[in-house]
């Protein structure tokens, strides 16, 4: 296998053979190296955004579906800019303007949208495997923008551009996981990319949030906060997703930021430059103080949005490179 050098210190193979995969419907199962040339490509794009015209031709002519199912903010709008801003027509599909509402089944959905012939469907769902399901169904690449509990790729290769932006090597790095992990997506997603990419990472909460098959990950497990902590370059805190919980599994939000709250207080157990993440929404007062949140000096959130352009920009690309005929896309 050639290897081509980049204006990185890493080395990746040439061509299709450095993303062979169709799709992007989660981060399991990627190599080291599949992860670093999309971090690598985002940097371009990270470049661009920062210009005052954003601009780019690469997808002319493409169509881009966002076909979400489920209610979103921020990857929404993400994944709209960076298409836009790649020449892309982009259209938006909400989820209560689908056909899902008047009982149309998933599968019919996904031959609907593969009979309009887009060049890339991004997918958000309610359901975990929903997105493999119409991946299947499919003749485009299609992009997991989450599903269910099960992954969130895009926020993931995000978070690691962030913390390679401000740490450098991710490898041998201490990254502290914390909070409602039994329903976040973005909690699973992050501990495969990080751990592939050699983090030492941690993950911590309540018994009650913390799944029962955590010990297979590859991750050390707390329960205590202050202990998790310690020595950490990284804290990236998680919002409870009440939307998804049946039954109590907390006692009340004021206990729970007792307990596993980023305050100013409890940061200091980390090292002195530890980062500060949260994939957001953020719910002030509960996971994290503000003061913690809207200190530059360690908080690294709104960097976090700013990347996500960035990497759903070089993930369009590179997922569309073979119908573009891309030299070496085959």
């Not at 049946?246 to 307990?259: A, C, M, Q, V």
Request: charged letters at 20%; hydrophobic letters at 40%; one cysteine or more.
């Amino acid at each position: 296998m050639t290897l081509q050098q980049t204006g990185s210190p890493h080395q990746f193979p040439t061509g299709s053979d450095a993303f062979p995969h169709r799709h992007l419907l989660g981060i399991a199962g990627l190599q080291p190296w599949e992860i670093l040339f999309l971090l690598e490509e985002a940097k371009q794009w990270v470049d661009l955004n920062k210009k005052s015209s954003k601009h780019a031709d690469r997808l002319d002519g493409l169509t881009v579906i966002n076909a979400f199912f489920e209610n979103s903010t921020r990857t929404l709008l993400s994944f709209e800019i960076a298409g836009k801003r790649m020449g892309a027509d982009v259209v938006n599909m909400h989820a209560a303007q689908s056909s899902i509402k008047k009982g149309e089944t998933l599968i019919d959905t996904a031959v609907t949208l593969n009979a309009m012939k887009a060049d890339a469907i991004v997918i958000r769902h309610g359901s975990s495997g929903a997105v493999q399901l119409i991946a299947d169904k499919v003749d485009c690449p299609v992009l997991n923008a989450g599903d269910g509990s099960h992954e969130h790729p895009t926020q993931a290769l995000l978070d690691a551009l962030t913390i390679q932006r401000r740490k450098g090597d991710i490898s041998g790095l201490t990254v502290t996981i914390c909070g409602d992990v039994m329903h976040s997506r973005v909690a699973r997603s992050n501990i495969y990319c990080l751990t592939t990419l050699g983090a030492k990472v941690r993950v911590c909460g309540p018994p009650s949030l913390l799944p029962a098959a955590l010990d297979r990950f590859n991750v050390e497990i707390f329960t205590n906060f202050d202990e998790a902590l310690a020595g950490s370059d990284v804290v990236m805190m998680l919002r409870l997703q009440n939307e998804r919980m049946n039954g109590d599994f907390i006692p009340s939000p004021r206990e729970y930021h007792y307990l596993y709250g980023l305050t100013r207080e409890r940061l200091a157990l980390a090292k002195d430059d530890a980062l500060v993440m949260h994939p957001g929404p953020m719910n002030r007062g509960v996971e994290i103080d503000s003061d913690v949140a809207d200190d530059l000096n360690h908080s690294a959130i709104t960097e976090q949005v700013e990347m996500g352009v960035a990497v759903r920009m070089a993930c369009l690309d590179i997922l569309t490179r073979k119908s573009r005929g891309v030299e070496g896309w085959s």
